[in-house]
């Protein structure tokens, strides 16, 4: 009987046997799905490799003379700390991520003339953008200096004694900046990113191109608005025109077909005469301003500019140097990066013609009236010398006519606004010869000297006309 119970209790032995085989099977189950997540693991990490030209997918092959480092469909975090690791986009993503923070640095600093809060800022971090300056590179250096010369107010503005003309608008100038480190962050963000998926890479090259173009279109504000400031009819003519060519060129590129690597040539060629389109302006401009000293300074800067940009299109379009040496420049050296690195160049002579265009301005204001037959100018008698004291109103011509006691004299050039005692050569009543005044302000607008019928004559205040 106890037997028999014994027997009901104990598990058979088949049935031990059976429980054995079951639980060593789960055991050798559940090694080998370690292993198997170990593989995957080992598999993810293996395809987050960097890969060659050959094993690239169609969408991302671009330039076959760049033989390796690739990074092929990655994962958005990934791709984005790759920032901080060698491939062949790492200098392509640094040279306009600093070219960005350069520029945004320039926008703060110009901020600062208007926003005290913004002015505070940059007085605390003034001496590590110095140092930044000194170490980077001494054009950039110059030109960080200029801005910061330009925010200052100059003490002979203010020491004039009579109405300073007001400060032009500032807003072409930061639509330029503006413009600028849009370009230059979407191309930071086309490099970086577009190796993660076909759908990203698409969106991020349209992009990039979009910024490009939005870059050309803004360059043109401030020449233009400023130079042709007293002539509206052509501010619109020009940004009109430009701005028009610049939406074109982005709707036209939105295809898909013409974001195909083929196209690459068609595209930068599309950029190039958007860029050339401003020989037409520049041209206008030049013969308006013939006369003003600073034409020769703006036009170097300028000139720079179209050489930087021209250069690194050319670069960019011969794929040089990496078509001599393949598999030599893929990480340092190839085209795209010396294209990106003149991108930069260009970009900040544009910067600092504008500023010139932007003092100029500043110092001339515009008149109400900018003919040169109706020139209006005041001559005044000066109590201490029994000469004239000529103060302009309107616009003005190298040369001026004053009359006073039966007398002309129109000796010299006017002074620039702000300069105490001119050269000699301006108007002395008494004796037609070259006698300095003791101090002198005009407002600069140097044009070729119209005929004396044009003028007329002014007389002194409170004079009688002859």
């Known amino acids: 009987m106890e037997s028999s119970a014994y027997e009901e209790l104990a598990p058979a032995p088949a049935a031990v046997a059976v429980a054995a085989v079951k639980g060593g099977g789960g055991s050798k189950k559940k090694k080998k799905q370690r292993r198997e997540g170990g593989g995957e693991k080992r598999k993810k990490k293996e395809e987050y490799r960097l890969v060659s030209y050959h094993e690239l997918p169609d969408y991302m092959k671009e330039n076959r003379f760049i033989i390796n480092y690739y990074r092929s469909e990655w994962p958005v975090l990934n791709a984005v700390l790759s920032l901080f690791s060698w491939h062949n986009e790492t200098i392509n993503i640094w040279t306009h991520l600093l070219g960005f923070m350069v520029f945004f640095g320039l926008t703060v600093l110009h901020l600062g003339q208007y926003f005290p809060q913004v002015a505070d800022l940059i007085g605390h971090l003034s001496w590590p953008i110095s140092k930044v300056a000194e170490n980077v590179s001494s054009n950039i250096g110059d030109v960080l200096s200029g801005a910061a010369m330009f925010m200052q107010t100059s003490p002979a503005l203010a020491s004039a004694g009579m109405a300073v003309a007001s400060q032009t608008t500032r807003w072409p100038f930061f639509v330029f900046l503006g413009g600028a480190m849009f370009c230059l962050l979407s191309s930071c963000a086309c490099h970086l990113l577009s190796c993660h998926s076909h759908r990203l890479n698409m969106f991020l090259i349209r992009l990039d191109y979009t910024g490009i173009a939005v870059m050309i279109v ?133 910067y600092a013609a504008a500023i010139v265009f932007i003092q100029a301005r500043d110092e001339m204001g515009c008149p109400a009236t900018n003919s040169r037959r109706s020139n209006r100018f005041e001559c005044n008698i000066d109590p201490k010398k029994s000469g004239l004291f000529v103060r302009v109103v309107g616009s003005f011509s190298g040369s001026q006519l004053c009359r006073w006691n039966g007398r002309i004299n129109t000796h010299g050039w006017m002074a620039r606004f702000g300069s105490p005692s001119p050269s000699p050569g301006f108007i002395n009543g008494r004796d037609p010869s070259p006698q300095p005044p003791e101090s002198i302000y005009f407002l600069p607008q140097f044009m070729r000297a119209p005929a004396p019928s044009a003028l007329g004559t002014t007389r002194p205040a409170g004079r009688p006309a002859r």
Do not use: K
């Open 218 to 350: 803004v360059s043109f504000f401030p020449p233009i608005y400023y130079i042709f400031q007293c002539e509206p009819r052509w501010q619109v003519v020009y940004l009109s025109a430009i701005t028009a060519a610049g939406v074109g060129t982005v709707y036209a590129l939105m295809s898909p077909r013409l974001s195909a690597a083929r196209y690459r040539a068609h595209r930068a060629l599309l950029f190039v005469g958007m860029g050339l389109s401003g020989v037409v302006p520049a041209v206008h401009a030049v013969a308006v301003n013939w006369h003003e000293p600073r034409r020769n300074v703006t036009l170097a800067y300028e000139g720079a500019m179209a050489l930087s940009y021209l250069t690194g299109t050319a670069f960019y379009l011969t794929r040089v140097p990496e078509r001599w040496r393949p598999g030599m420049f893929d990480l340092c050296g190839q085209s795209h990066q010396i294209f990106h690195a003149l991108v930069i160049a260009g970009a900040l002579a544009h």
